[in-house]
């Protein structure tokens, strides 16, 4: 099984996920208490990312994308682990 997973990590395309906000640390954390080995986590309290250029949120919000095109932002943890693939 570890294997598969090593296979998946290398020859998929990995999400980013930008979170911004000032809770994104408290976001990061739970949604990093799931295994999410092809899933590069980004962000903070200011917006400084060239992903996130001219989005402009007024909640901590989080964005997943992949190959820097992005899914509907959210501002639910659940949602966006289920934009991972996840639950």
């Known amino acids: 099984m570890n294997w598969a997973r090593v296979a998946q990590v290398m020859n998929e395309q990995p999400f980013e996920v930008a979170i ?24 903070g309290d200011t917006e400084n990312l060239p992903l996130l250029e001219n989005k402009l949120a007024f909640a901590t919000t989080i964005y ?23 639950n």
Request: charge should be positive.
């Open 20 to 43: 911004t906000g000032d809770e994104s640390i408290t976001f990061a954390r739970a949604m990093q208490k799931k295994y999410l080995p092809t899933a590069l986590f980004m962000g």
């Open 64 to 86: 997943v994308c992949r190959n820097r095109v992005c899914k509907q932002p959210t501002i639910d943890i659940e949602e966006a682990l289920r934009q991972l693939g996840l």
